[in-house]
């Protein structure tokens, strides 16, 4: 009984102490945020780049020799 109606008297205390310190830590892990995402003055960022397409056929010039022919007709 006793017991009891101390947790009544310190638990709003100790609710309280641990919302505080929730809140400072998400406000820590916002600032380290924020100061992750500033960028030096110049400073290219790229958070996406897509992928590239995959090559089906190769109509680029390579380092190959062309030979001419000709048609023979009979």
């Not at 709003?12 to 992750?36: D, G, I, T």
């Not at 397409?53 to 020799?65: A, E, H, L, V």
């Amino acid at each position: 009984m006793v017991l009891r109606s101390l947790s009544r008297l310190f638990m709003p205390f100790m609710v309280s102490e641990m919302q505080k310190k929730a809140q400072q830590s998400m406000n820590e892990h916002y600032r380290r945020q924020q100061a992750q995402q500033k960028k030096a003055e110049g400073e290219i960022h790229v958070d996406f780049a897509p992928p590239k397409p995959k090559k089906r056929f190769s109509f680029t010039k390579s380092n190959d020799d062309f030979v001419d022919y000709e048609e023979i007709k009979k």
